[in-house]
């Protein structure tokens, strides 16, 4: 029972999955399907968090937009996360960056590795 359930994982991971960290800023291809369209969303903004492993693995990404904060779950390996452009690497020094929820302004920056 167990060799089929992780045969059928094994099928529905990537074989290319970039190299995420938390505090990089990444930019998101995420497939959109409305009725009978399909579509790509972009979705930018700070990693704060990853989660679990395998098939499950998440990350949790941040962006203020006009004023307010929003954050998106993204499973790693789900069919409609086209692709992951990974715009800036961030110096952090901390495995999840809830913090960042309290900053404002130029104090939610993190900075850039060089």
Do not use: W
């Not at 693995?57 to 004023?67: A, D, I, K, L």
């Not at 993204?74 to 715009?87: A, L, R």
Request: aromatic fraction near 6%; glycine fraction near 8%.
């Amino acid at each position: 029972m167990n060799n089929l359930i992780q045969a059928f994982t094994n099928e529905q991971l990537k074989t290319e999955v970039p190299v995420l960290n938390v505090g990089d800023t990444v930019r998101i291809h995420n497939r959109i399907k409305e009725g009978t369209r399909e579509r790509i969303q972009m979705f930018e903004g700070t990693i704060i968090a990853k989660h679990g492993g395998g098939i499950s693995e998440t990350f949790t990404v941040r962006r203020v937009s006009y004023g307010c904060g929003i954050e998106k779950t993204f499973p790693v390996h789900s069919p409609n996360v086209v692709k992951v452009d990974i715009i800036r690497s961030g110096k952090v020094r901390r495995a999840k960056l809830f913090y960042l929820r309290d900053r404002v302004g130029k104090a939610s920056k993190v900075k850039e590795k060089i």
